[in-house]
């Protein structure tokens, strides 16, 4: 990354722009994007509340729903059997566009996970998005050092935040767009996700799905998380975690632009007392049991939403909010390790029957080939799994 923009090897995101003249002048200078952006939420958003109202399920199924996020820079020696041991087989993989001279490291990492399906996420930097020749060489050389190993790709990160290097959407669009007209022209089997915006900030969301560009996305990423209101089931606007993927389930049947599937490419809670792991600040910080109960009712309420693809959680090694804390040298397996094992164990072969919320009492009813399983929680207390025959 060039300055201003750098990178924070602690918690895996850019450092915080320190420049303010320099953010005003791009703010200043996308302007007019903002102003789109607005108008086009203004007009989208009211429609797709009231069709959330109409919307069925679709039929996702725990075969795919469950992903995991590793890192070379994580212990990458130690992550296949530690992979393994979860039994998760979908796995999302970052590969930074400013470190294209360590793409054979990036290309052997990938490759090691063989019996697993990988999604290559493609993280951009201010160079790549102003340099449309430069970013079209680098998407090149990774599709075609992947051919025959991996096909899908999220392109682009967190494009509502400027340390991300996006200081609109119509840049965004114009960046996947390289991507795109690669596909078109050289690689028609390649599966594109996009968008990926951050948090519910649902007005950029709208932009990126109507559009006039020339573009279209075969799944809507988002990185989805709730950490900052606490509990998954906390609401923001009126939104708990079920509403709001509800509410982008219904943006995305609106749009001409994007394939009916839903993706959630990155979430976590951050942990107390890791600073300067951790990716936010103390005070959003949870324990690691409350992370580990946090993490399973994400998963068990996208699932019964029965709107959300897969959810590929965010990571498996990570001082800052990872399963796995791996500070002077050691392998320490948090709670949530084990409590991600387990659900995994439960869902990875359940298909969605029902799903019931009174009160603080949550209950889903899944079809197994152990059963008819049932799993029973509240706010209060770890998940119960069960089965009847």
């Known amino acids: 990354m060039n300055e201003p923009f750098s990178w924070d090897h602690y918690s895996d995101q850019p450092s915080i722009i320190r420049d303010k003249k320099l953010k005003r002048k791009m703010r200043r200078s996308a302007l007019p994007s903002l102003i789109k952006t607005f108008l086009i939420a203004l007009i989208v958003l009211p429609i797709a509340f009231v069709v959330t109202l109409f919307l069925p399920r679709k039929k996702i199924t725990g075969a795919d729903f469950f992903g995991m996020g590793v890192n070379l820079n994580k212990e990458a020696s130690l992550s296949l059997d530690l992979i393994n041991e979860l039994g998760v087989k979908k796995l999302l993989i970052r590969i930074p566009l400013w470190e294209m001279d360590r793409l054979d490291e990036y290309i052997a990492f990938i490759r090691s996970f063989q019996e697993h399906h990988i999604t290559v996420a493609i993280l951009q930097d201010r160079q790549h998005i102003t340099n449309h020749t430069l970013t ?4 090149t050389q990774i599709f075609t050092a992947l051919e025959n190993v991996c096909n899908t790709y999220v392109i ?7 340390k991300w290097g996006f200081f609109s959407v119509n840049e965004y669009l ?14 028609p089997n390649l599966k594109f996700i996009g968008s990926n915006v951050i948090d519910f900030e649902l007005h950029f969301t709208t932009h990126t799905l109507f559009n006039l560009k020339e573009i279209y996305f075969d799944a809507l990423g988002t990185l989805l998380y709730v950490d900052r209101r606490g509990a998954p089931e906390n609401s923001q606007m009126g939104f708990n975690l079920m509403g709001k993927i509800n509410l982008i389930d219904a943006l995305i049947r609106l749009s001409f632009k994007t394939a009916n599937e839903l993706i959630i490419t990155e979430t976590n809670w951050p942990i107390k007392n890791t600073a300067p792991y951790a990716p936010t600040s103390e005070h959003e910080c949870v324990s690691e049991e409350d992370y580990a109960m946090y993490m399973v009712r994400y998963h068990l309420l996208a699932f019964a939403t029965q709107k959300v693809a897969c959810v590929y959680w965010h990571q498996l090694i990570a001082p800052g909010y990872g399963l796995i804390d791996n500070r002077e040298g050691t392998i320490r397996k948090r709670t ?8 995994f164990s439960h869902l990875c072969d359940a298909k969605f029957s029902s799903y019931q919320e009174s009160g603080n009492n949550h209950s889903l009813i899944c079809s197994t080939p152990r059963g008819t399983l049932h799993i029973a929680w509240s706010l209060t207390s770890t998940p119960i799994y ?4």
Do not use: P, Q, V
């Open 156 to 162: 682009g990160s967190t494009i509502n935040r400027a």
């Open 336 to 343: 949530a390790f084990d409590a991600y094992k387990t659900i």
């Open 174 to 187: 114009n960046f996947y767009a390289i991507a795109y007209k690669l596909k078109k022209e050289s690689f």
């Open 386 to 389: 069960t089965y009847k025959a």
């Open 136 to 139: 079209k060489k680098h998407l």
